[in-house]
């Protein structure tokens, strides 16, 4: 008998997701009048117009998208919309995260010169901001230079510079401005940058050799410098002419700095209209900064939760839906780093968000090779949200993929000017890189619905605009966010029976795929596998407890549930008691709250230094599933005055793929000498 079910189990794992044969956790009524309120194409409009603007934290471009976004909420009818500001001076803490000054550009142009009888003169204009700013590398410094062009290849290592003199010239790099500043313009003379970086790594990578990347020099530097942005097929002509001996010369001239400025963070709110619930709040977040056009990162996440906020507020007022009993709260931040301000510095807000549905970059269309992910919060904070949202995606996986296949099922989800696609969103686990981690780290502990497209081959260039925007997706991600956020804001104990129906089947798909995982595992590895997916489940289950009361008699049948599941999975043996540096029990302060490696600052290496943190094993550990950064970010998540430090290197383990412990041991110690956890008696 229990291998027939294991056989079952393992069969769950081609679904991939929940199956919803009819809508689900929400009325059907609601289900139609989100699916016939939204419209992909009103969010595209946004995100042309967001698109026009180079987006910038602390810049008057970013200012001006801002405004934008609050006088379309206020033209929906929303009263609460507010604009909050928060120093950003280089010099103010927000948890974790050091301010970075504002940073703006009136004028940049890069011109290639020839040489007359008698003189240089303008030949050739190579970058432009007013055309193109994403030419003008971010914190880029005024300048007026002329100066010949050297080639240093990667331009990041002492070896791209020896046997050059590159005092007083301008280097042709491959790598990011901000390394290839510490070197060539601070140590050996250079007195500008021009770079040709190429995009994050995808099967596209380098494919096309049109593409500008966004570049960045360092906001926090001293430094001051300046650099422009080329595409890979200007660099390697570049290349060929110095290698032939020609001299190339260019004329540099830029306006542009960084300067005591703000962090503009939009906020909106539907009020809840339950008494006893209105102080708790759904939010829904994205970032609205980026370079221009920075269509589908993330104009389409902005421009998307903007249209939720504009579908959910009309069927409210029109009495298509009812006020939910929760509270709604719209928020659009610079990356990460708006995020961190807006929560350290309103505390009260944080802790009454009780749940996030956050978007970066959920419109890309076929051009942009993009696949849509609902995503996971990390295995340190389990939630029933996350099923939520995943019931959603695989709702509309269903109605997509039946139209797409000549059927006329109810919730086709096309947008009239977008594609017919089916969606075909993949449920994956936790993944960092915005906003939903700054949430879900253990100082604020809110469990947040992370939907994004990755790969997009044209991320970060200037080839990422509205074109390759797909108003169809828009729509599906809008309704997968609008139905998880709105089913969230009222879920109560009536909703539990179906809730723990959903759970169930979840934790058999979960079981099937971690069975298939620990049959690869050594013994020892494969109990602790075992030993935490049980615990997980469990967690799952009681984060009920965060939106209502668990009945009584949903808990025993649970309980009996898991117990079942427990002897499904087969015997363990117990964890060996901790033994040594592995006894020590850590909790986290109170005082710092964020993650430790925030955007264009690293808390960790700032205050534990430099020298001293490339020492440290754990950050260049490479596991099974994960690098380094994911193992530190859950160490420090699981982190709680109860586990000791050998638990903590278990469940890590469990997540990522086993890592030594005394690796862990390090780490923490690293981390307790800078005062971000302490030991506990």
């Known amino acids: 008998m229990k291998r027939a079910i294991v056989a079952i189990l393992l069969c769950l794992i081609s679904a991939g997701g929940v199956r919803a044969q009819r809508p ?111 030419t003008l590398a971010e914190d880029s410094e005024s300048a007026d230079v002329t100066a010949d062009l050297i080639d240093v290849g990667e331009g990041t290592s002492e070896s791209d510079y020896a046997g050059k003199d590159v005092r007083g010239k301008i280097v042709l790099a491959a790598a990011q401005p901000g390394p290839v500043a510490r070197l060539a313009v601070e140590r050996y003379g250079a007195v500008g940058i021009v770079s040709y970086a190429q995009n994050q790594r995808t099967a596209w990578w380098g494919e096309d050799e049109n593409l500008v990347r966004w570049g960045h020099l360092e906001s926090l530097s001293s430094t001051s410098t300046f650099a422009f942005m080329i595409s890979l097929k200007q660099a390697r002509a570049f290349q060929r002419r110095l290698s032939q001996g020609e001299t190339i010369r260019l004329h540099a001239v830029v306006r542009a700095g960084r300067h005591p400025g703000f962090y503009h963070v939009v906020t909106a709110r539907i009020p809840g209209a339950d008494p006893r619930r209105k102080d708790e709040e759904i939010a829904y977040s994205c970032h609205l900064d980026h370079q221009r056009p920075g269509a ?107 139209f797409a296949s000549g059927e006329r099922p109810p919730y086709p989800l096309v947008a009239p000017e977008g594609g017919k696609e089916a969606l075909q969103a993949e449920f994956a686990e936790f993944t960092m890189g915005s906003d939903h981690q700054v949430y879900t780290d253990s100082s604020f502990g809110i469990p947040a619905i992370y939907l994004n497209d990755w790969p997009d081959r044209y991320i970060h260039t200037n080839f990422d605009s509205p074109a390759n925007i797909d108003p169809t997706k828009l729509k599906r991600a809008a309704f997968i966010g609008a139905a998880s956020g709105y089913f969230l804001a009222n879920v109560s104990q009536k909703e539990a029976p179906e809730l723990w129906s959903l759970l169930k089947a979840q934790a058999l798909r979960r079981t099937a795929r971690m069975l298939q995982r620990r049959a690869e595992l050594p013994r020892q590895e494969a109990d602790n596998v075992t030993r935490f997916h049980l615990w997980y489940e469990r967690a799952v289950f009681h ?81 099974e599933r994960a690098a380094g950064g994911a193992y530190a970010y859950e160490v420090l998540n699981l982190v709680d005055g109860r586990r000791t430090v050998q638990e903590i290197r278990d469940a890590v383990s469990a997540i990522y793929g086993p890592i030594p412990l005394d690796l862990v041991v390090e780490y923490l110690r690293a981390l307790a000498s800078i005062g971000i956890v302490e030991a506990v008696p």
């Open 24 to 134: 689900p956790l929400l009325p059907e009524p609601v289900i139609a009048a989100l699916a016939e309120e939204l419209s992909g194409e009103t969010a595209k409009h946004h995100v042309e117009y967001l698109a026009r603007l180079h987006r910038i934290r602390g810049s008057r471009p970013f200012r001006a998208a801002a405004e934008y976004i609050a006088e379309r909420l206020r033209t929906y009818g929303f009263e609460d919309v507010r604009i909050e500001e928060f120093p950003a001076d280089g010099r103010t803490f927000y948890g974790t995260q050091k301010a970075r000054p504002a940073w703006d550009a009136e004028f940049a142009e890069l011109w290639e010169l020839r040489r007359t009888a008698d003189r240089w003169v303008p030949h050739r204009r190579l970058a432009s901001w007013e055309a193109m700013p994403i």
């Open 296 to 402: 589908n990162d993330n104009a389409s996440g902005s421009a998307t939760i903007l249209e939720v906020a504009r579908a959910l507020m009309k069927l409210i007022r029109e009495g298509k839906i009812s006020r939910p009993a929760r509270s709604l709260r719209f928020i659009w931040p610079p990356e990460i780093e708006g995020t961190l301000a807006l929560l350290n510095a309103r505390p009260q807000l944080a802790a009454r968000i009780k749940a996030v549905i956050h978007m970066d970059m959920v419109g890309g269309g076929p051009t942009t090779k993009a696949i849509f992910h609902i995503t996971r919060g990390p295995a340190s904070l389990p939630s029933f949200v996350y099923d939520v949202a995943e019931a959603f995606g695989a709702f509309v996986n269903e109605q997509s993929a039946a």
């Open 543 to 623: 984060s009920l407890s965060r939106f209502f009361t668990i009945p009584a008699s949903l808990s025993r049948e649970a309980e009996t549930f898991f117990a079942a599941l427990e002897t499904l999975v087969g015997p363990i043996a117990p964890a060996p008691p901790p033994t040594g540096q592995g006894r020590l029990v850590y909790r986290r302060s109170s005082a710092v709250k964020g993650p430790l490696s925030v955007f264009g600052y690293d808390y960790f290496v700032d205050h534990y230094g430099a020298e001293r943190a490339r020492t440290i094993r754990l950050l260049r550990f490479r596991g």
